[in-house]
């Protein structure tokens, strides 16, 4: 019996290909909320392993139109963080942090303006190895917009392809 316990816990843990994932590449949808309005929020990643516990990603993400205060707003960000994470087999807990450029699109009447800047941004998250390089996870991040936050919970589908 000890035998095959062993055997499972090293194919579990030979099957993950997280840890040492050169690249890799994913897309989410998910929900952004923006001044207590919510929207549907698309999101593409790209990211590389450039330590077992620790990559880089980028990515864009589409956070949504909002209906605030007399008129429309569309926001949208592009990003780029560190991302430390942790490997349980086939399961990679993380979080990220880094800086996004956000864009700002408002109707006239809104009290927003047109505008865009640099601002932080943070999340973690969970992905699940389910064959072979593909993975579904789930995230949390929140973007800074000036003195305003985009929380954003999504829902990814990951390829890993080295």
């Keep these: ?3 095959i316990l062993f055997v499972l816990a090293l194919a579990g843990a030979s099957t993950g290909t997280f ?3 050169w690249l890799y590449g994913g897309i989410s949808v998910g929900q952004s909320d923006f001044e207590n309005k919510n929207d549907t929020a698309y ?3 790209a990211g590389t392993g450039i330590l077992p516990f620790i990559g880089v990603e980028a990515g864009y ?3 949504g139109d909002f209906s605030v205060k007399g008129g429309d707003v569309s926001l949208s960000s592009f990003y780029l963080a560190v991302k430390p994470s942790i490997n349980f087999g086939s399961l990679q807990v993380y979080a990220k942090a880094g ?3 956000w864009d700002l699109k408002a109707d006239t009447g809104s009290k927003f ?3 865009d800047d640099y601002d932080l941004m943070w999340g973690v998250g969970a992905d699940y190895e389910l064959f072979g390089p593909f993975a ?4 949390y ?3 800074k917009v000036n003195s305003d936050d985009i929380g954003t919970f999504n829902l990814t589908a990951i390829f890993h392809f080295l």
Aim: hydrophobic share 25%.
């Design 61 to 63: 993400t589409d956070h």
């Design 136 to 139: 579904l996870g789930a995230n």
């Design 19 to 21: 840890a040492d994932s």
């Design 113 to 115: 303006k047109d505008e």
């Design 99 to 101: 800086v996004h450029r």
């Design 1 to 3: 019996m000890k035998k």
């Design 141 to 143: 991040t929140n973007y």
């Design 43 to 45: 999101s593409i990643h």
